[in-house]
């Protein structure tokens, strides 16, 4: 399966009265995306905001992140089994609006995290900061219910997507990417000398609020499956996931995940990317049972030299983590794993929740108890008023100076398990 | 089999007692998220085994004083190993993140009086039950 992935710089977003991309300048028309929002009766209101890179403003709460993408070529639309025909997408031509993002805010639960601060301290902390985003706080009807309202919020941010998006679809990109991937036969024959990697990516899946789709499905129903990585970079797989803000994957993350993108880096080169394993990360011990016995399963079945795991998120994660590790691993199957840690604000308590020695490779996305203070900023999109209720926060959190003291965790994609980050102990 | 259910939670109490008196047994107990876990700990030590992960959910230990585990109702002979080293583990994590809330006293206790309230019980209430519809 070959996708062609087309990128169109954006290098900076204004209201107006009509929508188009000029000039890489994002004009979006404010009227027609709030018409969009408003047709989901759920939403009562909605807000436009913009954010850019080096400015004194803070997001607050973040729910989701998504990259516009549109399809040129090739069968099927973006976010297929969500807003477009459950047809298979991956193959074709693909346009993306780089630099920029939708970013979706609002207060599903009271607890509910997620900062992105655009300059400052907590800018070096999470990728967002460095992205023009167009921000659409949401505001529900009264009386609606947790689930219904993250369901209209994850919507508003796909529709929103999809309109800008689809500015892109006649216009030519400032470059493009192929990424290809072969049948296990042709691969092969192509590359005999190179070994066989695939990546297993773990999806959040424990209920509301910790929920992730493919293909529209519901990941905790899944058993594990197989997936060309192309298929994510069209949106196969999104985020209903508003728990555990340093370390839930985002749509964007999905959309541009690093481990795909550096393995297809590799591919034909040091070894060949055979595709892609999906599991879950479900509550019941005998569902873990199943997915990680299932995974190994199919590792071993695509005749897999080495293989590389991620983790979404926090605590029991960590027991999938270390029983999809061990089992790939006793299949002779050369294992590597990334996640983050909870060692404390010192830094010296047991990282994860479980261990093996058979987890000897791992690759962390940072300390997520690590303390930060975030200055004052200018100006606020969306809400503090639970700042005090987040993760890593406090009822000292929000000082009267404005100041916030959290830990890691409250930052938008600030440990990712994915490796999506910025700053590293190299 | 009969499963058990040992949590903290009113609304998992509250909404499920009757309904479900067939296929659950719910215990309430007035405690925290530790106090949970180490009632967990006692059965698991009887023979009962470990049915759902402790440390469900992203929402951390402390930042939600709420926690619904299930195991099974009916107790074997001997003790499940696995069972006992996922609960260890899961108390000794929540213990970490009880001595990081103890540097803000109040944090602890914070919680249920907040505004997030009915949330934290919505949250640990569909962990335990949405796999299962």
């Given at each position: 399966?070959?996708?062609?992935?087309?990128?169109?710089?954006?290098?900076?977003?204004?209201?107006?009265?009509?929508?188009?991309?000029?000039?890489?300048?994002?004009?979006?028309?404010?009227?027609?995306?709030k018409e969009l929002i408003l047709q989901d009766e759920k939403i009562r209101a909605v807000t436009?905001?913009?954010?850019?890179?080096?400015?004194?403003?803070?997001?607050?709460p973040v729910k989701d992140?998504?990259?516009?993408?549109?399809?040129?070529?090739?069968?099927?639309?973006?976010?297929?089994?969500?807003?477009?025909?459950?047809?298979?997408?991956?193959?074709?031509?693909?346009?993306?609006?780089?630099?920029?993002?939708?970013?979706t805010a609002g207060k599903i639960v009271g607890f509910q995290?997620g900062?992105?601060?655009?300059?400052?301290?907590?800018?070096?902390?999470?990728?967002?900061?460095?992205?023009?985003?167009?921000?659409l706080v949401c505001e529900p009807v009264a009386g609606i219910k947790a689930p219904e309202y993250e369901q209209a919020v994850r919507f508003a941010g796909f529709k929103t997507?999809?309109?800008?998006?689809?500015?892109?679809?006649?216009?030519?990109?400032?470059?493009?990417?192929?990424?290809?991937?072969?049948?296990?036969?042709?691969?092969?024959?192509?590359?005999?000398?190179?070994?066989?990697?695939?990546?297993?990516?773990?999806?959040?899946?424990?209920g509301l609020l910790h929920d992730?789709?493919?293909?529209?499905?519901d990941?905790?129903?899944?058993?594990?499956?197989?997936?060309?990585?192309?298929?994510?970079?069209?949106?196969?797989?999104?985020?209903g996931n508003c728990v555990?803000?340093?370390?839930?994957?985002?749509?964007?993350?999905?959309?541009?995940?690093?481990?795909?993108?550096?393995?297809?880096?590799?591919?034909?080169?040091?070894?060949?990317?055979?595709?892609?394993?999906?599991?879950?990360?479900?509550?019941?011990?005998?569902?873990?049972?199943?997915?990680?016995?299932?995974?190994?399963?199919?590792?071993?079945?695509?005749?897999?030299?080495?293989?590389?795991?991620?983790?979404?998120?926090?605590?029991?994660?960590?027991?999938?983590?270390?029983?999809?590790?061990?089992?790939?691993?006793?299949?002779?199957?050369?294992?590597?794993?990334?996640?983050?840690?909870?060692?404390?604000?010192?830094?010296?308590?047991?990282?994860?929740?479980?261990?093996?020695?058979?987890?000897?490779?791992?690759?962390?996305?940072?300390?997520?108890?690590?303390?930060?203070?975030?200055?004052?900023?200018?100006?606020?999109?969306g809400t503090?008023d639970y700042?005090?209720q987040?993760?890593?926060?406090?009822?000292?959190?929000?000082?009267?100076?404005?100041?916030?003291?959290?830990?890691?965790?409250?930052?938008?994609?600030?440990?990712?398990?994915?490796?999506?980050?910025?700053?590293?102990?190299? | 089999?009969?499963?058990?259910?040992?949590?903290?939670?009113?609304y998992?109490?509250?909404h499920?007692?009757?309904?479900?008196?067939?296929?659950?047994?719910?215990?309430?107990?007035?405690?925290?998220?530790?106090?949970?876990?180490?009632?967990?700990?006692?059965?698991?030590?009887?023979?009962?085994?470990?049915?759902?992960?402790?440390?469900?959910?992203?929402?951390?230990?402390?930042?939600?004083?709420?926690?619904?585990?299930?195991?099974?109702?009916?107790?074997?002979?001997?003790?499940?190993?696995?069972?006992?080293?996922?609960?260890?583990?899961?108390?000794?994590?929540?213990?970490?993140?009880?001595?990081?809330?103890?540097?803000?006293?109040?944090?602890?206790?914070?919680?249920?009086?907040s505004a997030a309230d009915a949330d934290f019980q919505l949250i640990d209430f569909t962990?335990?039950?949405d796999?299962?519809?």
């Amino acid at each position: 399966m070959k996708l062609t992935m087309g990128h169109i710089h954006i290098q900076d977003i204004k209201l107006a009265d009509c929508s188009e991309i000029r000039d890489h300048v994002l004009y979006v028309d404010e009227a027609a995306v709030k018409e969009l929002i408003l047709q989901d009766e759920k939403i009562r209101a909605v807000t436009l905001e913009i954010a850019r890179p080096g400015d004194s403003t803070r997001i607050t709460p973040v729910k989701d992140v998504i990259e516009p993408r549109v399809k040129v070529a090739g069968g099927g639309g973006i976010f297929p089994g969500v807003m477009n025909d459950v047809d298979t997408v991956g193959s074709g031509t693909t346009y993306a609006l780089k630099d920029m993002a939708v970013v979706t805010a609002g207060k599903i639960v009271g607890f509910q995290e997620g900062i992105i601060d655009m300059s400052g301290p907590g800018a070096d902390y999470t990728p967002f900061s460095k992205l023009n985003n167009l921000v659409l706080v949401c505001e529900p009807v009264a009386g609606i219910k947790a689930p219904e309202y993250e369901q209209a919020v994850r919507f508003a941010g796909f529709k929103t997507a999809l309109y800008l998006g689809e500015l892109a679809k006649t216009l030519e990109p400032d470059e493009t990417v192929d990424y290809e991937t072969y049948s296990l036969t042709e691969g092969i024959k192509k590359f005999p000398e190179l070994p066989r990697v695939a990546y297993v990516q773990m999806l959040q899946s424990q209920g509301l609020l910790h929920d992730t789709y493919v293909y529209g499905v519901d990941v905790k129903k899944i058993v594990p499956t197989i997936i060309h990585p192309t298929e994510i970079m069209d949106g196969a797989i999104v985020s209903g996931n508003c728990v555990s803000a340093c370390d839930k994957n985002t749509t964007y993350h999905h959309l541009n995940n690093p481990v795909v993108h550096d393995l297809f880096e590799q591919h034909g080169k040091t070894l060949n990317f055979v595709g892609v394993v999906l599991t879950n990360e479900n509550v019941y011990l005998a569902d873990k049972q199943r997915s990680s016995d299932w995974t190994a399963k199919l590792c071993e079945y695509l005749g897999l030299d080495g293989a590389i795991v991620s983790q979404e998120g926090f605590g029991n994660p960590d027991t999938d983590l270390i029983m999809n590790c061990k089992k790939i691993e006793a299949k002779g199957i050369k294992t590597v794993i990334i996640t983050d840690e909870y060692a404390g604000r010192d830094g010296k308590s047991q990282s994860l929740a479980d261990a093996d020695v058979a987890a000897d490779a791992v690759v962390t996305g940072g300390n997520a108890n690590m303390v930060i203070q975030l200055p004052k900023m200018d100006k606020v999109i969306g809400t503090l008023d639970y700042t005090t209720q987040i993760a890593g926060g406090n009822e000292h959190s929000l000082r009267p100076d404005g100041t916030i003291e959290v830990e890691l965790q409250a930052i938008t994609g600030a440990t990712n398990e994915l490796g999506f980050n910025r700053l590293s102990a190299r | 089999m009969k499963r058990m259910i040992l949590t903290n939670n009113p609304y998992v109490e509250g909404h499920y007692q009757e309904k479900t008196a067939q296929e659950f047994e719910i215990r309430y107990l007035d405690t925290s998220i530790e106090g949970i876990m180490l009632k967990v700990r006692d059965y698991i030590h009887k023979g009962h085994t470990l049915l759902s992960h402790p440390l469900s959910g992203s929402v951390k230990p402390y930042e939600t004083p709420y926690k619904s585990v299930m195991i099974s109702a009916s107790a074997e002979a001997s003790v499940d190993l696995e069972s006992l080293e996922i609960i260890e583990a899961s108390i000794a994590c929540c213990r970490k993140f009880r001595l990081m809330a103890r540097q803000n006293p109040a944090a602890v206790n914070q919680a249920r009086a907040s505004a997030a309230d009915a949330d934290f019980q919505l949250i640990d209430f569909t962990l335990i039950f949405d796999s299962l519809r």
